[in-house]
């Protein structure tokens, strides 16, 4: 929720120049309004007019202790990718019936924690993985639940490091013949796992639902596969996420019915077809409840004006809070913060502090006239920016501040140069 008053930038009903001078920058800032909004928009166009229905949300975009309660208070599942996601929903007290386990290459330690924790579902993503899984319940004695994360073999219209649906992907277990009809068969036989069924994941940021509705059919096919050959019913459908967001002008955002009502109306059609129940369906939107609730505030450093070439503007940030204009040419957009009325008189290039050519946060944006000290807030920053957060160069990782209709919440704090040094050791060879 991105306002304006005196000339200031507001979030959420918070002054963005006040929250920068009383937590520092680089900072994230993150409107609540806006999470709950897309929370409430999915149940809205989903959940409540679906029966049968589970939105997860992907933590990998943001995760902290309280992102996930605010999930679990707006009534969704989450999905986590990692041993430390994991871990932090556990210390976040998230029912555990409601995580699903993703990720291409699980380790044995965190499938124990999963399993231990009695998580609903793991997604399994690799043709070994269902031994360890298998290895885990037998000496906990314990059965879990698990889908078939399948590469679908299907092109989407996006990065090519964020596909994940093609042929040539680490992600999913091959559509060979051969090597499909083994693992189901062996889950559905296997005594330490109940198989409810198949997932896919096409990749992200997308703004047409073409590689959504042809991974489906994929899907379907392999369903009717298990009820003429294994005559087994599969009771879940898990059709990912990636439903793109608005970065900048060149993004055509589509709203989740575009993606969502194709999708039941052809899971619904093919049920009544083979004659079963429709399956439960599973959406895992991540970037999209939470990337446009994020806005990032630097504050201005050096200045660099080459004549007839190109000016400059540093901000104390860089890369180490948003490698995605780095990895992949991402684009955003951006305003000075104390200085919203002013006339955009002048052509700059936002560029961090890294010691990279590659560090550049914003090419050529219109902005008012930059000084040393004015906050520069660049938007949609909710995704990717603090999960993929890194200390190169021994650069702290910033502060995170939830923001609720003029109240201000630090729900991550700044780390320190202590904290970045703090599992690092002198050897008695070196004193």
């Given at each position: ?19 920068a ?16 909004g897309?929370?409430?928009e ?14 997860a949300?992907?933590?990998k ?6 992102m ?15 041993g ?10 998230f ?5 699903e386990f ?17 998580i609903?579902r793991?997604?399994?993503d ?18 879990i ?9 299907v092109e ?5 490091y ?5 042929k ?12 499909i009809s083994?693992?189901?068969?062996k889950a ?22 073409t590689?959504?509705l ?12 298990c ?33 969502l009502?194709p999708i039941?109306?052809?899971?619904e059609?093919?049920s009544?077809?083979i004659g079963?129940e429709?399956p ?9 409840i ?18 007839g070439i190109?000016?400059y503007v540093?901000i104390?940030?860089g890369?180490t809070?948003?490698?995605r204009?780095a ?6 957009e ?7 009325g ?17 560090d550049?946060l ?19 920053t ?6 993929m957060?890194?200390n190169?160069?021994?650069?702290n990782i910033?502060a ?5 209709k ?10 320190t ?11 008695d060879?070196?004193k």
């Open positions: 929720m991105i306002g304006k008053k005196n000339n200031t930038l507001y979030i959420d009903g918070c002054n963005a120049v006040k929250l001078q009383e937590y520092g920058t680089p900072l994230y800032v993150y409107s609540e309004s806006d999470i709950v897309k929370c409430r999915i149940r809205e166009c989903f959940l409540n007019k679906y029966p049968n229905t589970r939105a949300y992907a933590s975009a943001f995760s902290s202790l309280a996930y309660k605010i999930i679990e208070r707006e009534g969704l599942c989450l999905d986590v990718v990692s430390g996601e994991l871990y932090t929903a556990i210390k976040a007290n029912p555990a019936e409601k995580i993703n990720g291409n290459n699980k380790l044995f330690s965190e499938i124990e924690l999963a399993v231990d924790y009695g609903g793991i997604i399994v690799g043709l070994n993985e269902l031994d360890l899984i298998e290895q885990v319940c037998k000496r906990k004695k314990k059965k639940n698990i889908l078939y994360r399948i590469t679908p073999e989407s219209d996006s990065h090519d964020i596909v994940t649906g093609k040539d992907s680490k992600f999913g277990i091959p559509l060979d013949e051969d090597v083994y693992h189901i068969e559905i036989q296997s005594e330490y796992v109940n198989f409810l069924g198949f997932h896919f994941h096409v990749g992200s940021q997308l703004h047409d639902n590689s959504h042809a991974a489906l059919e994929t899907s379907l096919k392999l369903v009717e596969q009820k003429k050959q294994y005559n087994y019913t599969i009771k879940e459908l898990n059709v990912g996420g990636g439903f793109g967001i608005r970065y900048n002008d060149e993004d055509h955002k589509k709203p989740y019915p575009y993606f009502e039941m109306a052809r899971i059609e093919f009544q077809q079963i429709r439960a369906v599973v959406i895992e939107p991540g970037r999209s939470v990337g446009e609730a994020g806005t990032t505030l630097h504050t201005i450093g050096s200045i660099k004006n080459i004549k190109r000016k540093s104390d940030g890369m809070d948003n490698i204009p990895l992949y040419q991402a684009k955003y951006g305003i000075m913060a104390n200085k919203m002013d006339s955009k008189t002048e052509k700059v290039t936002i560029c961090g502090k890294c010691c990279e050519s590659g550049i914003i090419k050529d944006i219109n902005i008012a006239h930059p000084e040393p000290g004015d906050i520069f807030a660049i938007f949609s909710g995704a990717y920016g603090y999960s957060a890194s190169y160069n021994k650069n910033p995170v501040v939830l923001v609720n003029g109240k201000d919440y630090l729900i991550v704090k700044r780390q140069y202590d904290d970045m040094i703090r599992n690092e050791l002198i050897p060879s070196l």
